[in-house]
């Protein structure tokens, strides 16, 4: 037995007049297929009930067809510092400071003076991001290995990090 004034506004308005006004309650089977459907979907419809805090999106599409959810705040540090250093200053559309000069770094002869400079971009990597995550970020060591071949050159970047301190290594690849 279906009330159909006890059914939500946007059920109700949906339903044709002439039933509206013919009777109140009605067995479900005794009406139309479609209205049938609409009032059958209403009753079977899930809440979604929100129970992971979600910090920021990637842009891979998930199995539900929209964007995947990052809800770990680790996993998040080490997206924004991969993007960071695969991002060029100058080549973020809306905010031309943001970006590393990572990849100009990288072909420094002199490894000390390399050294010396990327330490400086990681920290200033950290000081740009860190305070809007609110984790206490640190970087306790940084490995650079170069690959080549004749068409191009691949830097290896392995940093470790210390995340409320918590250790992880991060790893990239730069091709020049």
Do not use: C, H, W
């Not at 990327?118 to 860190?130: K, P």
């Amino acid at each position: 037995m279906v009330k159909l004034d006890s059914l939500p506004l946007e059920v109700y308005k949906r339903i044709p007049l002439s039933i509206k006004t013919y009777k109140n309650e009605y067995e479900l089977e005794e009406l139309p297929y479609d209205i049938q459907n609409l009032i059958e979907s209403y009753f079977n419809k899930k809440e979604l009930i929100y129970t992971t805090k979600v910090y920021d999106f990637t842009p891979t599409i998930s199995e539900y067809g929209d964007f995947t959810t990052v809800t770990n705040l680790k996993a998040l540090v080490i997206e924004y510092m991969i993007n960071y250093l695969r991002t060029l200053v100058g080549e973020y559309p809306f905010n031309g400071s943001v970006g590393s000069n990572v990849k100009r770094l990288l072909q420094k002869k002199d490894t000390t003076i390399q050294r010396l400079f990327m330490t400086e971009e990681l920290n200033n990597m950290i000081r740009s991001f860190g305070p809007n995550v609110d984790q206490k970020i640190s970087v306790s060591n940084f490995n650079i290995t170069k690959a080549s071949n004749n068409v191009s050159v691949e830097y290896n970047l392995y940093i470790d990090l210390k995340i409320d301190d918590i250790s992880t290594q991060i790893s990239t690849n730069i091709i020049l």
